[in-house]
């Protein structure tokens, strides 16, 4: 990817803060990687992985507060552009993911499938076609996917089993899903996503002690990173699905919990 040992050094370093997935996490990820890029600026993972901060800041609406994330949607598709010209796998999970964002299902599904096509051992791929299968409709085949991704990187588990739990609550698979998700909460507790989907299903379950217990935790998360707490009508963003029936059972587990509409 780079023959500069002190820029790929960067780059892993802005990696590990960028899946940690909290605001802060993500501002030391882009110190990281804007050091790679200044190190190589033909790093094409790098430039990749800087799309793909901006444009989950984006998605989880830290653009608002956060001053070094102002502008976060046009750095982003600055960050892609630099980034597809030399595609990677982790240039088409951002990529498939922004038309999974716009709500253009099919699209961002064929172009993780090029992914998977053009790169078919490398974890990203799977990971980028576990995301747009889910959001379109197809979590047994988003299963699949999330399942592939990891046998290829099991010493980093937690993206991958997020969408495995993720498939499962789409399933309606809820105590699969809980038992997935408080995994990926205990491999990695700075992420809200995670614990949001598992407070749903706690919900859908009638897990009330558990899920408020988890729900204290995420107004701590939410406070952390500026944001007004969880309510229900702020997850679409986040949670783009083609049938607005997968988005409502998430709101359903949250407001059996007690969340808020606004």
């Known amino acids: 990817p780079t023959n500069s040992p002190r820029a790929y050094d960067a780059y892993l370093k802005g990696m590990q803060h960028f899946w940690r997935g909290s605001a802060d996490d993500y501002d030391r990820a882009l110190r990281y990687l804007e050091q790679a890029i200044e190190l190589d600026p033909d790093f094409a993972e790098a430039h990749a992985a800087l799309a793909a901060i901006h444009w989950q800041a984006y998605m989880r609406g830290w653009y608002r507060n956060q001053p070094w994330m102002g502008l ?56 980028a076609l576990a995301d747009a299968l889910s959001f379109a409709g197809e979590p047994q085949a988003a299963k699949r996917s999330a399942e592939a991704g990891l046998r290829l990187d099991p010493r980093f588990p937690a993206p991958y089993r997020f969408a495995i739990g993720r498939a499962q609550f789409e399933t309606g698979a809820y105590q699969d899903a809980v038992d997935t998700l408080s995994e990926v909460v205990a491999l990695n507790d700075s992420d809200v996503l995670p614990r949001i989907l598992l407070v749903s299903a706690l919900g859908q379950l009638g897990g009330l002690d558990e899920g408020k217990r988890q729900l204290a935790q995420l107004d701590v998360m939410y406070e952390r990173d500026h944001l007004r707490r969880l309510n229900v009508r702020d997850l679409a963003p986040v949670w783009p699905y083609r049938n607005p029936n997968d988005l409502a059972r998430i709101r359903d587990g949250l407001r059996k919990l007690g969340v808020s509409e606004w």
């Open 72 to 127: 976060s949607w046009e750095k982003t598709m600055q960050a892609l552009e630099q980034a597809l010209k030399r595609p990677t796998a982790l240039a088409y999970l951002v990529d498939s993911g922004i038309y999974t964002t716009n709500r253009r299902h099919d699209t961002a599904v064929a172009q993780a499938r090029k992914a998977v096509q053009k790169f078919p051992n490398d974890a990203y791929a799977h990971l």
